[in-house]
């Protein structure tokens, strides 16, 4: 997730509370515009963010659910209760459920938010079954081929996967692409970003309150302890990249007239799992003896085709506040969210040590989408980027256009993780990024967020 997860609890239920009172959103449907049917695969603590991002809309209609876990599930049905619309037919049972649901003959498109491991096979299910729109929680699969298969399988289909990078709406990042697109940081250099967030109250629990409650995991463990960690323990790379990385490659035209070339990554030892686990649950904890594989803080340089770099960080072991560390530099200037600095030559005083507040050039720069709907958007989690994800997949299935965000996006951002592990693994070496559209990023035009619509 892209911000903190202290208040993620507190928004769920401010949107559901929201719910039962006056339908903020019904100006997205034209009156008589059929509706889109949406099934939603995953009812976790990010489905359910979703789940009541879309109840707020009078545009789309939730015609099926699934999960395998009772309480998930249930914590849905209150969500949907309260919106007062139709509780949908529920699938679960086993693993396999939502092939039940992909067979419905009426649905336009599905959300998948589910463990990483899940999202490519039930991607490429749905493709099979003829969903022609498939929104993928972050990230699209955990191996190269994954990604592969993915790609393939959307273009045989005609169909569009779009990942649900939230990131690439956030107020401040947009703004700095409005920037970026107008020339003010000059010719673009050097960016960096990633994913900087104390995770170690997520990956561990006491298998019923989600954050900071113990030092379980795996099956003993609630929500993303039950599975997120154990990618902690199996693989040492960046293992969410696509937070940091996706703002930045839609302000580079990444798979637009530039190109991921070449990464290269670097991981430190690890300690801070293994010291939270003793720190809360005793050095006796059975889980004080797990072996973590995963190098608490890991760096990656990427290589871009128009002569840029990027760097990225995953740091999600240690005690630290959160920062996604954007840094966005040019030849005429440079923005770090860090310091909430801007700093561009010619217009900013320059006295060696001066930067500008953010906010000056944030607020002028403002993206016309937020202009328009700021509103609706601060109503949904995650200081509003929530609604526009979902907003641009609503807006493009009901259009039957392609998404701002696509397939090639999502394979050329999630594919990182697994080359990071490759990198780590021959002892940091630079590997070769595919090209994923088969030579077509020389001529696809970036069409990401050009107006207020969507
Ligand atoms: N973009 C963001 O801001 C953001 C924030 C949080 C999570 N996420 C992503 O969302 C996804 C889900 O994370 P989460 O926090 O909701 O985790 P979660 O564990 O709370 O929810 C996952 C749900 O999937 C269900 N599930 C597992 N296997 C299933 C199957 N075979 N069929 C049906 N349901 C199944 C689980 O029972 C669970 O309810 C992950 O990809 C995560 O990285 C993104």
């Given at each position: 997730m892209p911000l903190s997860r202290r208040n993620f609890v507190k928004n769920v239920s401010i949107t559901a509370a929201g719910l039962s009172v006056v339908n903020p959103f019904n100006s997205y449907a034209k009156s008589g515009e059929a509706k889109v049917k949406l099934g939603f695969i995953g009812t976790g603590l990010r489905g359910q963010a979703h789940l009541a991002t879309v109840l707020k809309r009078d545009d789309v209609e939730i015609v099926a659910i699934c999960d395998v876990d009772a309480r998930m599930l249930q914590m849905s049905k209150e969500l949907i209760g309260k919106s007062g619309k139709k509780m949908p037919p529920i699938y679960t049972g086993n693993d396999y459920s939502y092939r039940e649901l992909l067979a419905l003959k009426n649905i336009d498109a599905v959300i998948i938010a589910?463990?990483?491991?899940?999202?490519?096979?039930?991607?490429?299910?749905?493709?099979?079954?003829?969903?022609?729109?498939?929104?993928?929680?972050?990230?699209?699969?955990?191996?190269?081929?994954?990604?592969?298969?993915?790609?393939?399988g959307t273009e045989k289909n005609n169909a569009h996967v779009m990942m649900l990078e939230n990131a690439c709406y956030r107020r401040?990042?947009?703004?700095?692409?409005?920037?970026?697109?107008?020339?003010?940081?000059?010719?673009?250099?050097?960016?960096?970003?990633?994913?900087?967030?104390?995770?170690?109250?997520?990956?561990?629990?006491?298998?019923?309150?989600?954050?900071?409650s113990g030092a379980e995991f795996g099956e003993k463990g609630f929500s993303e302890a039950k599975w997120r960690t154990n990618h902690s323990v199996n693989r040492n790379g960046d293992l969410y990249p696509t937070h940091g990385v996706g703002p930045l490659a839609m302000m580079l035209n990444i798979n637009r007239g530039n190109r991921f070339e070449s990464l290269c990554s670097f991981s430190t030892k690890t300690r801070g799992l293994h010291n939270y686990i003793v720190k809360k649950g005793g050095a006796d904890h059975p889980n004080a003896k797990v072996l973590f594989k995963l190098g608490d803080v890991v760096t990656t340089q990427i290589k871009c085709s128009n002569g840029e770099t990027?760097?990225?960080?995953?740091?999600?072991?240690?005690?630290?506040?959160?920062?996604?560390?954007?840094?966005?530099?040019?030849?005429?200037?440079?923005?770090?969210?860090?310091?909430?600095?801007?700093?561009?030559?010619?217009?900013?005083?320059?006295?060696?040590?001066?930067?500008?507040?953010?906010?000056?050039?944030?607020?002028?720069?403002?993206?016309?989408?937020?202009?328009?709907?700021?509103?609706?958007?601060?109503?949904?989690?995650?200081d509003g980027i929530d609604f526009f994800v979902m907003h641009a997949f609503i807006e493009s299935v009901k259009r039957k256009t392609a998404t701002p965000m696509d397939v090639y996006d999502a394979a050329a951002w999630s594919a990182i993780t697994p080359l990071s592990e490759t990198s780590?693994?021959?002892?940091?070496?630079?590997?070769?990024?595919?090209?994923?559209?088969?030579?077509?990023?020389?001529?696809?035009?970036?069409?990401?967020?050009?107006?207020?619509?969507?």
């Open positions: 589910t463990p990483w491991e899940w999202h490519k096979p039930m991607i490429m299910d749905a493709l099979s079954a003829g969903i022609k729109y498939i929104g993928t929680e972050v990230i699209l699969g955990i191996t190269l081929e994954d990604h592969w298969e993915v790609v393939r401040d990042t947009l703004a700095i692409t409005n920037m970026v697109r107008e020339g003010l940081f000059g010719e673009m250099i050097h960016l960096q970003g990633g994913y900087q967030h104390d995770l170690r109250g997520v990956k561990f629990n006491d298998g019923i309150t989600p954050y900071n990027i760097l990225l960080q995953h740091d999600t072991n240690l005690p630290r506040p959160y920062s996604l560390g954007f840094r966005v530099q040019g030849t005429n200037g440079i923005w770090m969210n860090i310091n909430n600095g801007i700093f561009i030559e010619g217009q900013s005083k320059y006295d060696h040590e001066h930067w500008d507040d953010a906010k000056l050039w944030l607020d002028k720069y403002d993206h016309p989408i937020w202009k328009r709907w700021s509103k609706e958007a601060y109503q949904t989690g995650h780590v693994e021959l002892g940091n070496q630079t590997v070769d990024f595919p090209d994923f559209t088969g030579g077509r990023w020389m001529t696809h035009k970036n069409t990401f967020a050009l107006t207020d619509e969507y």
